[in-house]
């Protein structure tokens, strides 16, 4: 069965250094999207990605964060800057089509510590 | 600004004890109310779809139901392996992100 993935599991940095955490969506999917999930909140929308530029972002997702597709099948997000506030799980999603309005596959997740 | 309520935060049920967990939404132009489970450490995994009131999906011991302004997820006679949390999302026509609600932590003892 098809899956998103995601690297790394878990990355340990120091406040203020760049993090890339990386993705390869579902094959034949368009949509893109970052998500993120602080220990024991909800999970947040960050930002979504179609047609090879964001199409909406969150407020969480200010000029410290950006999204690339730099091949056909790598998604990443990169965080300049790192806070401690940064401190979550990100995870990856993706869906189908303009046709299919409906759900998000969601990969396992990149744990970040900020120290 | 569109809000998703899951109510309870945690329920403990014995092997073979149904029940339901609620999920309340306040988008107007609702595209689609969805389930989700997760595990601890994990990433959501998609359960259910439900775009209309009335509408009804099922799998397994699961089944969620949509109301114009909630909806449940019924579980009947739990297993263990059912214990995770239970998220509810809701998608609206003005945008294309999911909003989460908190979920429901659900255990369920042998």
């Known amino acids: 069965e098809p899956e998103v993935t995601q690297t790394p599991s878990h990355q340990v940095t120091q406040m203020g250094q760049e993090v890339i955490l990386r993705c390869v969506p579902i094959?034949?999917?368009?949509?893109f999207y970052w998500y993120r999930q602080i220990l024991g909140q909800k999970v947040e929308f960050l930002v979504s990605f179609y047609n090879n530029e964001i199409s909406e972002k969150s407020e969480i997702f200010d000029d410290q964060f950006s999204v690339e597709r730099p091949d056909g099948s790598n998604f990443t997000l990169k965080i300049r800057s790192t806070k401690l506030e940064d401190s979550a799980m990100y995870f990856c999603?993706?869906?189908?089509?303009?046709?299919?309005?409906?759900?998000?596959?969601f990969g396992e997740g990149s744990r970040l510590t900020v120290l | 600004e569109d809000q998703v309520t899951q109510s309870p935060e945690a329920l403990r049920l014995q092997e073979g004890e149904s029940s339901s967990l609620n999920c309340s939404y306040t988008v107007s132009g609702l595209r689609g109310l969805f389930w989700y489970r997760q595990d601890p450490g994990k990433g959501p995994e998609f359960l259910f779809t439900?775009?209309?009131a009335g509408e009804e999906k099922e799998k397994e011991r699961l089944k969620a139901t949509l109301t114009k302004k909630e909806s449940f997820l019924h579980i009947t006679a739990p297993k263990p392996e059912d214990s995770a949390t239970y998220l509810c999302a809701q998608g609206d026509t003005g945008r294309r992100a999911l909003t989460f609600g908190s979920g429901t932590r659900l255990q369920v003892q042998p």
């Open positions: 094959s034949n999917h368009l949509y």
């Open positions: 999603a993706s869906r189908g089509g303009v046709a299919n309005t409906g759900e998000l596959f």
């Open positions: 439900l775009y209309s």
